[in-house]
């Protein structure tokens, strides 16, 4: 990692499970301030549960994560299917809720921030849907709706849990050319997801997890066929029934020894860190 960037999330031997049994297992690393990085490997692969530990959203059983921006410097798109679509509320209205981390339930909305929503809107390609339901939108319109609020949001790290899942080939595009300018605008992008020709042709940097950290690095040699089979493999022989894994000292000296971070092991000086309900 460049030092004159640092980090801006690092992980520590982070390790997470649910029922008992490990969703995330002694993962080390960090996000260099300013990176573009994608998030992928087989399902339940932890991959949103990483996003959800970032934000404090799940338990850390062991190790941590140590967030270097101020918290409300973090913007999160969790999975549409998260998100209850039902609730009476306007587009422009959900765009405005990007305000409330600064302003909270009591900070007044004034024409300037309305005016800004719009702009928004229109960044968007949804000029003119302002006093539409977003029960009413596609999930193409809706995902870009969100992606409005986290422009109002002015994030230094923004993190998306499978922005592009179950949308339009143009809005991808669209959206992809506004990540595109978050990172020349140096912000921290970290993005899960599946298509792995997307993760080459738009992400330098990419995170593959099979509930370990298989490889962490430059995308091009995270994403050879060696790796990717290796996270398939260390995927299909995770044992659920398997006891619970006990940390050693030994195995935590180990962890902090530097290593091949393009090799999947952990570099400490070099630190590079929430799925729904479940393993992702």
Known sequence: MNAETGAAISL????????RHPALHHVNGAFARGSLTAIVGPNGAGKSTLLKSMLGLVRCNDGRVI???????????????????SFPITVLDCVLLGYWQAKGNWGGIDAGMTSRARQ???????????????????????QRVLFARILLQDAEVILLDEPFNAIDTRTTGDLLRIISAWHAERRTVIAVLH??????????????????????????????????????????????????????????????RPRDHAHGHDHRHAHGVPEKGGLQ
Do not use: K
């Not at 520590?12 to 029922?19: C, D, F, G, H, K």
């Not at 967030?67 to 679509?85: F, G, N, S, W």
């Not at 060696?226 to 935590?252: K, T, Y």
């Open 195 to 256: 298509d792995h020709d997307q993760v080459r042709r738009a992400f330098p940097q990419t995170l593959l997890l099979a509930r370990n950290v298989v490889a962490w690095g430059d995308t091009m040699e995270v994403m050879c066929e060696a790796n990717l089979q290796r996270a398939r493999a260390m995927a299909e022989a995770v044992d659920e029934h398997a006891g619970i894994c006990e940390v050693s000292e030994a195995d935590v000296l180990a962890l902090s």
């Open 67 to 85: 967030t270097h921006v101020d918290a409300q410097r973090i913007a999160y798109l969790p999975q549409q299917a998260e998100i209850d679509r």
């Open 120 to 142: 928004s809107l229109a960044a968007v390609g949804l000029d003119g849907f302002s006093g539409r339901s977003i029960s009413s939108l596609s999930v193409g319109q809706f």
């Open 12 to 19: 520590e031997n982070l390790t997470v499970s649910y029922r």
